[in-house]
């Protein structure tokens, strides 16, 4: 039991939210990944200028 | 135009294409594989230079992401396995490729969960993508299987400490009979032969049936029809 103290001492910071429990580390992971999905989805995807040309024909 | 017209008289020559043979010439392997593929993927769609217009868009990038990411996970994991265990723990060559592989696996299942949300999202099944779908789960949970068997090869105390406690969590679901995760050779032989042939064979088959049926257009949009 001491053992298992000693190595979860220093080990990160943890959220704790009833029976979820996440360290933070992953959490803002999670949140990056989430955040990254979400500015693909809205962020418009550069054009070539050839592109547009043809588009505009 | 199927005979070559002779200027001389003589009885026209069959021109080449003509002897060869056909495509539904069953005893040749070559003839049957040719048709199979272009069966498979129509030519034209294994390598196309247009795409259509919704493509166009940072969701639909996550994919080649994916493969990208595995293609350096595949590659620095054969210049580990080259050099060996003491070679990453001790030189700082060693340790950069440790750390591109480790860094390298993290931004492939990031970007693999996102491209998964992505599809998810877009119920990229539609369009009778359902074996694209299924192929692309399959390489999923392979993938996982190949970072858990990854994290038990480090040859390091938190390899041994995953493996103690995943040798418990597989006992406990009665896995322990066909898996040991404290077996450091079975791991690494899983880790470096067996499991990557896994993943790379189905994503090979999750290309092909992308390849075959085209991306999957958003809810909402119109399919182009060639």
């Known amino acids: 039991m001491a053992s298992t103290q000693i190595l979860g001492e220093g080990a990160g910071q943890y959220l704790d939210f009833g029976i979820f429990h996440i360290s933070v580390t992953n959490a803002l992971i999670m949140g990056a990944m989430i955040l990254i999905f979400v500015l693909a989805v809205v962020i418009p995807f550069p054009h070539h200028k050839a592109d547009n040309d043809s588009d505009a024909q | ?226």
């Open chain 2, 1 to 226: 135009m199927s005979a070559i017209e002779d200027t001389a008289g003589a009885p026209p020559r069959r021109a080449p294409e003509a002897v060869s043979p056909r495509s539904h010439d069953r005893t040749s392997w070559t003839v049957w594989a040719r048709d199979r593929i272009k069966h498979t993927v129509p030519e034209g769609q294994w390598l196309p230079d247009r795409q259509p217009a919704y493509v166009a868009s940072w969701v639909y990038v996550f994919g080649m992401a994916t493969l990208v990411s595995l293609v350096i996970v595949i590659g620095s994991g054969v210049v580990l396995s080259i050099n060996g265990s003491e070679w990453w723990h001790t030189s700082s060559v060693g340790h950069f490729v440790n750390s591109m592989h480790l860094w390298s696996v993290e931004i492939f299942f990031a970007v693999m969960a996102i491209h998964l949300w992505a599809k998810f999202w877009m119920a990229a099944w539609r369009g009778g993508r359902s074996l694209t779908w299924m192929t692309g789960m399959i390489a999923l949970l392979a993938a996982v299987g190949t970072g858990f068997t990854g994290y038990l090869s480090q040859t390091n105390f938190d390899a041994q400490w995953i493996g103690a406690q995943a040798k418990d969590g597989l006992n406990s679901v009665g896995l322990g009979a066909w898996f040991n995760a404290l077996n450091p050779a079975a791991t690494l032989t899983l880790h470096i032969v067996v499991l990557p042939l896994a993943v790379g064979a189905i994503v090979i088959m999750h290309v092909i049936m992308v390849r075959r049926h085209g991306v999957v257009p958003p809810i909402g949009a119109e399919e182009p029809t060639s």
